[in-house]
């Protein structure tokens, strides 16, 4: 009898406890809009890092200097889609555009 007790008690407590949490909100089109900038923008700047590398490996240092103000404005993007996803309501958006360049890339060559 003891045991029946005890194993209602912790299953009605354990009920409790998940129907206390929140799901998750889904995303709005602002904040996907948001996103979609984000990605675009760190990608952009991939590209444009790599071929500052490619620029100055070849000893090109005009074009690797294009590709450095290139970089620059591509940070200011960055940080300005950042805050604005942020202020839509998106956590560590940069980290989490990051993670989704990286699932996309997986699932696209994986």
């Known amino acids: ?54 620029d100055l490996k070849d000893g090109n240092k005009t074009a690797a200097k294009s590709a450095k103000q290139d970089i620059k404005a591509e940070n200011k993007d ?10 839509d309501g998106v956590k560590h958006p940069i980290n989490k555009a990051k993670r989704q360049i990286h699932r996309q890339n997986v699932r696209r060559h994986g």
């Open 1 to 54: 009898m003891k045991k029946i007790i005890l194993t209602s008690a912790i299953a009605f407590l354990g009920i409790g406890a998940f129907a206390q949490t929140t799901a998750p909100a889904a995303a709005t089109p602002t904040q996907k809009a948001d996103m979609k900038d984000l990605r675009t923008d760190i990608r952009d700047k991939r590209q444009d890092e790599r071929q500052r590398a490619a």
């Open 78 to 87: 960055i940080k300005t889609d950042a805050a604005n996803a942020k202020a």
